[in-house]
């Protein structure tokens, strides 16, 4: 997406933190939310309105937001979270925006 | 059980149409604006079009304004995307999903129904 950026890939071994960026112009004065897709799956919210986590969702789960960044922070990342992990705004012209996506790799 | 399940997806020739629904069950399907979502397998998460909770207002991305219309029917629980002059960029997985009443996150999907538009 041209609007809100992801890296392709983050890679973290068992146990540790990953973060997960976002970065877009219009991140500033919008809320951010999360999905995270295994593969054949659909996509399942995991944080919405920048650091709030849907019911069911592991407290390993966070987010942040700090000017045009926002980030998906995943804490003792397990094998099962392995995943792909989108960032997605309402943007007043383009309605509702998602980011490229995030491969999150666990090594 | 709360779910979406989509149905109608399928093979359609270039210019054709095709018409995907979506059932929604164990919920108050009245209250709750509903999107359409589409992936290309591979690629990322493409938003499509959204309706608000009594049909009364509609939303297309660029791509698909003018050929594409969402409708709902609230007494059958069931959301609808109508698919004309179909191409073969439109070739995708779709999903139906939810938009929470408090926010503009989606908070439940369907399993997905694949389009894929070829000659």
């Known amino acids: 997406s041209d609007v809100l950026t992801q890296p392709p890939s983050v890679s973290v071994a068992p146990g540790q933190t990953a973060r997960i960026t976002c970065g877009g112009n219009?991140?500033?004065?919008?809320?951010v939310h999360w999905y995270q897709q295994k593969p054949g799956q659909a996509p399942v919210l995991v944080v919405y309105?920048?650091?709030d986590r849907p019911s069911g969702i592991p407290e390993r789960f966070s987010g942040s937001k700090s000017g045009n960044t926002a980030t998906l922070t995943v804490r003792r990342v397990e094998a099962g979270d392995e995943a792909d992990y989108y960032c997605?705004?309402?943007?007043?012209?383009?309605?509702?925006?998602f980011g490229g996506g995030t491969k999150l790799i666990v090594l | 059980e709360v779910q979406l399940v989509e149905s109608g997806g399928g093979l359609v020739q270039p210019g054709g149409s095709l018409r995907l629904s979506c059932a929604a069950s164990?919920?108050?399907?009245?209250?709750?604006?509903m999107h359409w979502v589409r992936q290309v397998p591979g690629k990322g998460l493409v938003w499509v079009s959204r309706?608000?909770?009594?049909?009364?207002?509609?939303k297309y991305a660029d791509s698909v304004k003018g050929r594409f219309t969402i409708a709902r029917d609230n007494a059958k629980n069931t959301l609808s995307l109508q698919m004309n002059s179909l191409t073969t960029e439109d070739t995708a997985v779709y999903y139906c999903?939810?938009?929470?009443?408090?926010?503009?996150?989606?908070?439940?999907w369907g399993q997905g129904t694949m389009v894929t538009v070829s000659s």
């Open positions: 999903a939810r938009a929470g009443l408090s926010t503009h996150a989606f908070d439940m």
């Open positions: 164990g919920f108050t399907f009245s209250t709750y604006w």
């Open positions: 309706i608000n909770n009594d049909g009364s207002s509609t």
């Open positions: 219009n991140i500033g004065g919008t809320v």
């Open positions: 309105d920048n650091s």
């Open positions: 997605q705004v309402w943007d007043s012209r383009l309605n509702w925006v």
